[in-house]
């Protein structure tokens, strides 16, 4: 999930580890203390109560050892990135899915594009559909709209 880090992400994300990284002296092998999570946090801008920073150290130090070393950061870092996207992504999809039926039409995406200032014709919105449209029925899924229906079918072949 690292590879999901953009370079900028990753020149932060090392900048934090080594002004936590305590014992190591800065360097990247070195390994961080779960209790600095919070301070982690708190470098790289993310507000968070005690509860959030509580629940943020048990999902990254399941087996809790009480340290993290730098590679398992970024692996952590780049999965938080890929789940933040994708809970985005799902309410996007919500905001366009008018009829709450759990696909998306080139009606619904012309009329949400419009409620956001952005005027397309119905042929501009259907071939919008066509580009997410997996399995060519004309609408568009949540799955085919997250991406993962391509992955699903990529995978079977």
Do not use: Y
Request: with cysteine.
């Amino acid at each position: 999930m690292a590879d999901q880090l953009n370079e900028e992400e990753l020149d932060e994300l090392r900048e934090a580890f080594r002004l936590f990284d305590k014992d190591g002296e800065g360097r990247l092998d070195g390994k961080i203390a779960m209790a600095d999570f919070g301070g982690i946090m708190h470098f790289l801008g993310k507000k968070m109560t005690p509860t959030q920073i509580e629940d943020l150290i048990m999902e990254a130090d399941p087996n809790r050892r009480g340290w993290m070393e730098f590679w398992e950061f970024l692996e952590f870092f780049g999965k938080r990135k890929v789940e933040e996207e994708r809970k985005r992504r799902m309410i996007c999809f919500k905001a366009f899915d008018s009829d709450h039926d759990g696909t998306l039409t080139a009606a619904e995406v012309q009329s949400a594009l419009a409620r956001r200032g952005r005027l397309v014709t119905l042929k501009q919105a259907e071939a919008i559909i066509r580009r997410m449209d997996v399995n060519g029925d004309g609408q568009v899924s949540l799955d085919e709209f997250l991406g993962t229906a391509k992955e699903n079918a990529a995978g079977r072949r």
